[in-house]
């Protein structure tokens, strides 16, 4: 029988909704166990079976009145149980809401839409369209000459005119005047420089003064004397002054002569020059941050690629994978504890001859604390030691349904981690026990994580926080599969800060 405290009804679905649809929708609230859906003549409506009560009224709270295919769902608890008390006394909390104004709907003859000035427009009359005398009774009146003939227009009258009196300016002889512009060039000086200005109808010419007035006059004579005063002094002041002979040129003043560099310089040279050779303390440290950089580059290229991908890394080059465990080590001294001494302690209690498999094992150190009272196979990218077996976490070398825990402590890397689980799901027996430790920070919403773990056939029977950096979750293998590549199914890269 399902608890009805962990169940919630929903109503108001649009046809196209689907039992599918409403379980991907509130698997986001939490676990799912189960969707009932019922279609009936009178309506349609749906109940959600949760695994953990809390989920209810977090799903209530957010999805209720929550608009799907256009419809407003309706989510409650189910009637007469204590989550439905709880959710009455919430609802009176809150403030009422408004429900946005509903537009009126159209008039039986349809909208109607404005005319323009310009649908009912009418061409331009002129004036004898106005007054009507001359066009319509020019005939009878024979105000413009013969009677047969209609009355020209009166812009037609003007141009007549215009082009009678453009005729006689084009043949009289008084219209005819010289034009500056084409010839002044002839008629002028090379000298000189001429300025036309044009205002309306009257002519203006400008000549200015000649150009030779305005320029000095060059006087080469006076460069040359100067030169032959500066000889003369030359030769004067080496006849009176005796000779000086220079001093021989040492080898310092020589390269000071030839750098020729300011005493800024000169003083970081000799610095440069005074600084005693490094130590061999000083030269570990800087091997020390080189290879912590190397660390922090591998540690980033581990969480941002498939696990196929990290495993033909490491099989080329087989010095990175130790450099990334030797700074591993480094970072985990820093730490206040460690999830695999909590993993050491679980297995201790248990009853011995159980198979265990250490998946991301890195130095085997659970196979050695629990090896004698377990049948421990350490897995790794690379076989440090010989208790490891180098393959990929996707690919185990082990047959199906023979082991009996499997452990991901802090060696759920890179982006494939859906295989990873069902791998080890594979390998295990049926209620076999699948443990994952990891850094709290990784985890976006742990209710999804835990909810599509759960859908690749496991049951979530523990969850608890060791103190305030990690995680630690145990399922037992259940069921069947739901999805491959359930939605939640991700966690952020622990990447770390550049000291």
């Known amino acids: 029988m399902d608890d009805p405290e962990a169940m919630c009804y929903i109503s108001n679905l649009s046809d196209k909704c689907t039992a599918d649809l409403i379980e991907e929708l509130f698997v986001q609230m939490g676990p799912v166990k189960k969707v009932v859906w019922k279609d009936e003549a009178s309506h349609r409506y749906a109940l959600v079976v949760f695994k953990d009560v809390e989920s209810v009224l977090f799903a209530v709270e957010a999805l209720d009145e929550i608009r799907l295919f256009g419809q407003p769902l309706s989510v409650k608890p189910k009637n007469g149980t204590a989550q439905y008390e709880k959710y009455e006394q919430w609802k009176r909390t809150q403030p009422a809401r408004i429900a946005p104004p509903v537009p009126p709907p159209p008039p039986q003859g349809g909208w109607v839409v404005p005319q323009s000035r310009h649908d ?208 591993y080590a480094e970072q985990t001294k820093k730490w206040p504890n460690h999830p695999l001494k909590y993993m050491i302690q679980w297995l201790s209690s248990k009853t011995p001859g159980l198979v265990v498999l250490d998946l991301g094992c890195g130095e085997a150190k659970l196979g050695s604390a629990v090896g004698a009272k377990h049948e421990v196979h350490s897995f790794d990218l690379v076989a440090v030691n010989d208790k490891v077996t180098a393959c990929d976490m996707a690919k185990l070398p082990i047959e199906d349904g023979t082991a009996d825990i499997a452990i991901f402590c802090l060696s759920l890397m890179g982006t494939n981690l859906a295989e990873y689980i069902r791998e080890a799901r594979r390998c295990l027996k049926e209620n076999g026990i699948l443990k994952i430790a990891e850094v709290s920070s990784r985890f976006t919403n742990t209710k999804l994580f835990c909810g599509a773990v759960c859908k690749l056939g496991f049951d979530l029977t523990e969850k608890k926080r060791l103190t305030d950096y990690f995680s630690m979750f145990e399922f037992v293998k259940t069921g069947k599969v739901e999805s491959k590549k359930p939605f939640g199914l991700k966690l952020k890269p622990c990447l770390y800060k550049k000291r």
Do not use: C
Request: without cysteine.
């Open 120 to 327: 009912n427009h009418q061409p331009r009359r002129s004036y004898d369209d106005n007054h009507g005398g001359h066009r319509q009774n020019w005939g009878q009146r024979q105000s413009w000459g013969h009677p047969q003939s209609a009355p020209p227009h009166r812009h037609q009258q003007g141009n007549e005119r215009m082009r009678d009196r453009g005729a006689t300016q084009r043949n009289d002889d008084r219209w005819k005047r010289p034009n500056p512009f084409n010839n002044h060039r002839q008629n002028t000086p090379s000298a000189m420089k001429v300025d036309v200005v044009k205002k309306k109808k009257a002519l203006k010419v400008v000549v200015p003064i000649s150009a030779d007035a305005g320029v000095k006059k060059k006087r080469p004579w006076r460069n040359k004397a100067r030169r032959e005063a500066k000889k003369e002094a030359k030769k004067t002041s080496t006849d009176t002054e005796p000779v000086k002979t220079a001093p021989p040129a040492t080898d310092a003043v020589a390269k000071t002569k030839k750098s020729r560099k300011g005493p800024k310089k000169r003083e970081k040279l000799k610095k440069l020059h005074a600084q005693p050779e490094q130590t061999v303390e000083e030269k570990d440290a800087a091997l020390k941050k080189l290879e912590s950089g190397r660390f922090r580059y591998l540690n980033e290229q581990l969480y941002t690629m498939s696990g196929s991908d990290a495993y033909e890394l490491f099989s080329k080059d087989p010095e990175a994978f130790y450099v990334y465990h030797s700074g």
